[in-house]
């Protein structure tokens, strides 16, 4: 039987981050970190997703969108926030319009601290939920 | 006896190794991609290990239909990989083949999506750019051998590809499009640079995407299996040089895809149109009155 951890397939969603995590997110998939050889695939739809990436934190706009994603994705599904901004505002915190991080929204599995999380980390973060994700696929 | 018990053992080997074979081919496929782009890429294994899991995932339909419409596009999948295999008219597979495809986009369109409706309607004119070939290739192995029976056209002395090089490159041509390759994956795609979410399989999850990747190691395989006609005559030695040929059209897919970026609707069309009226009529009117 082989495991869900042996497909991860991943969906990206820019919050209100500053670009520079999603940046690192991109260079996850370049030649030197290459995901795709533990079979990850960064797809761009959330039905296709086992986990979503969030970057950046959530604000008024982009509440629902966030908590839609998360309504269209089949179970079992994890969530891992990347960069400080995605753990709880970061930077960004006392702006008016934000309302904090992810978790603000949705239930957040794992979270990956860094101003830009870099690549190695992101990396640790999905091996991290991919774990939290077999065990969700047991219940 | 004898001959319908090979067609049967001929019939059995493509439901069970088909997807097996097809699996393995679309591995092998991402492992040369990767390669290609200076990446150590996925196990080959990887697609079968994306379909278990998506077999044990939960599945979130929009409707009952949806379910029925995948089924009937795998079965008529297979029965027209069966028809192919079983030496059956060619005319009866590639029109099987239509009525599959026109299951997939049923299933797509009848979902109130945007995305998913899009690219059904992108699927449609794929149909359209890649049919008028797909008939001329039934044509063609007509004129050369005098016969629609894949069976008789395999037990030529000649090989069909000595009358039809016009026509056979048509055919690969097209091949691109039935692959869903770039410059001609408009209607969906593998990559993650899809410009309307993932087109027709937006709205297919768990277990009707699991559907969806089977039939796709089918259909490839049976693609894969007319471009094998050409070449296969009576003697032994044209197996393995089909498999070769076979392989070295998969492999120029594999190129192309890496490439190319993805064109519009347009320009596919009347560049397979183009192709179609060019080297396929041109091939077939040189047959006409020139032997
Ligand atoms: S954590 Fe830093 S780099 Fe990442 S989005 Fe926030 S401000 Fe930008």
Redesign the pocket.
């Given at each position: 039987m082989a495991k869900i951890s042996k497909s991860p397939w991943l969906l990206h969603y820019d919050g209100s981050?500053?670009?520079?995590?999603d940046i690192e997110v991109l260079a996850c998939l370049t030649p030197v970190y290459d995901v795709e050889r533990f079979g990850i695939i960064n797809t761009g739809n959330p039905k296709h997703a086992d986990i979503l990436l969030i970057?950046?934190g959530i604000n008024t706009q982009n509440k629902q969108v966030v908590e839609q994603i998360y309504s269209q994705m089949p179970n079992p599904k994890v969530v891992v926030a990347v960069?400080?901004?995605?753990c709880n505002g970061?930077?960004?915190k006392d702006c008016y319009n934000i309302l904090g991080g992810a978790d603000k929204v949705i239930p957040v599995d794992v979270y990956v601290p860094?101003?830009?999380?870099r690549p190695e980390s992101i990396i640790d973060g999905v091996v991290k939920a991919l774990d939290i994700l077999e065990k969700k696929r047991e219940v | 006896m004898s001959a319908y018990v090979a067609v049967l053992i001929r019939v059995i080997a493509f439901i069970v190794l088909a997807p097996l074979l097809g699996g393995l081919l679309s591995g092998i496929d991402r492992k040369i991609t990767a390669r290609m782009q200076g990446r150590k890429g996925p196990s080959v294994l990887q697609p079968f290990y994306d379909v278990i899991k998506l077999i044990n995932k939960e599945t979130l339909s929009i409707g009952r239909m949806q379910y029925l419409y995948m089924f009937c596009f795998l079965a008529f999948i297979i029965f027209t990989g069966s028809c192919f295999f079983a030496g059956l008219d060619i005319l009866l597979v590639f029109f099987v083949l239509t009525t599959a495809v026109m299951f997939f986009v049923l299933a797509a369109s009848f979902p109130n999506s945007p995305f998913s409706r899009m690219g059904a309607m992108r699927e449609l004119a794929q149909m359209l750019a890649y049919e008028p070939m797909v008939l001329l290739a039934a044509v063609g192995f007509y004129k050369a051998t005098g016969t629609f029976a894949v069976n008789d056209i395999a037990r030529q002395d000649v090989s069909a590809i000595i009358y039809l090089p016009g026509i056979f490159i048509g055919f690969v041509y097209i091949l691109t499009i039935k692959f869903r390759k770039s410059p001609f994956d408009i209607s969906t795609s593998h990559h993650a640079h899809q410009e309307m979410v993932k087109g027709i399989t937006t709205e297919l999850s768990g277990g009707m995407f699991a559907i969806l990747e089977i039939s796709h190691w089918y259909e490839n395989i049976m693609l894969l299996g007319v471009v094998a006609l050409f070449v296969i005559n009576s003697h032994w030695w044209s197996i393995p040089l089909a498999i070769l040929v076979c392989f070295i059209v998969y492999f120029i897919e594999i190129l192309i895809d890496n490439t190319s970026a993805r064109v519009k609707w347009k320009l596919m069309l009347s560049s397979a149109w183009a192709v179609t009226f060019i080297l396929g009529t041109v091939n077939l009117l040189i047959l006409q009155y020139l032997f």
């Open positions: 981050s500053c670009n520079g995590c970057t950046g960069g400080i901004c995605a970061g930077v960004f860094g101003c830009a999380a | -």
